[in-house]
């Protein structure tokens, strides 16, 4: 089982709060990513990292952000959540070729 | 990173029978990665492909690399309910990995 980590698991906030979803990673990969998919749907990347101090945004326009301080550790920010922010939010990273995910956050914002 | 193109995007099987899902990019890919995820779930990797015309088998389960490298297929035979979720296919390009939008696969029993 891959060693990646998302905290927290379901997440129910309110308009306007700031938000940090955490991901973390024990497996020392290089590239980390994040993405957005609502139940059943396409998986959106929307940030992707290929090492500290590198961020860059993904295929899909968010308004979140994200930080790589440490290799382990990619947290991903809403500095002011939206209904429109609802959704699946799902980390992953890789090495070489495999990309391993983690549980994901269930994020609702009303 | 390219734009990857999958069908169908449901594909609803009896039991038993084989159906393929195809993948398919306007260019040329640098590779094509499937995963698997089941309902409520999170993707799981199921393998990559690399080399033109390359063809790779996990039991039941036969991935293949078209010989331009701008499509890619899923062939399942004799499928079983443990085969229920969605397939993606993904291309590993210049640090991104970018999905395709998925086929969901259901099974008749």
């Known amino acids: 089982e891959a060693d990646i980590y998302q905290t927290p698991r379901y997440l129910v906030i309110g308009t306007g709060k700031k938000i940090t979803l955490e991901c973390s990673q024990t497996?020392?990969?290089?590239?980390m990513y994040w993405y957005q998919q609502d139940p059943g749907m396409e998986l959106h990347l929307i940030h992707y990292?290929?090492?500290?101090?590198?961020?860059e945004k993904g295929d899909l326009s968010s308004e979140s952000t994200v930080s790589r301080i440490r290799t382990e550790h990619f947290p991903l920010t809403l500095e002011s959540a939206r209904p429109s922010h609802t959704s699946q939010y799902l980390c992953?990273?890789?090495?070489?070729?495999?990309?391993?995910f983690g549980q994901g956050t269930r994020l609702t914002v009303v | 990173g390219q734009q990857v193109m999958q069908i169908p995007q449901y594909q609803h099987v009896q039991e038993g029978e084989d159906f393929t899902t195809y993948c398919n990019s306007s260019?040329?890919?640098?590779?094509i990665q499937w995963y698997k995820q089941r309902p409520g779930g999170h993707p799981v990797f199921l393998i990559q492909?690399?080399?033109?015309?390359e063809v790779k088998k996990q039991k039941r389960l036969t991935f293949q690399f078209g010989e331009a490298k701008k499509n890619s297929s899923l062939h399942i035979t004799a499928t079983q309910t443990t085969d229920v979720g969605t397939y993606f296919c993904?291309?590993?390009?210049?640090?991104?990995?970018?999905f395709g939008a998925g086929t969901t696969v259901t099974v008749r029993a």
């Open positions: 260019t040329t890919l640098s590779n």
């Open positions: 497996m020392g990969h290089d590239k």
């Open positions: 990292s290929y090492g500290v101090n590198s961020t």
């Open positions: 992953a990273s890789s090495e070489v070729t495999e990309a391993f």
């Open positions: 492909l690399v080399k033109s015309g």
């Open positions: 993904a291309e590993s390009y210049d640090y991104k990995l970018s």
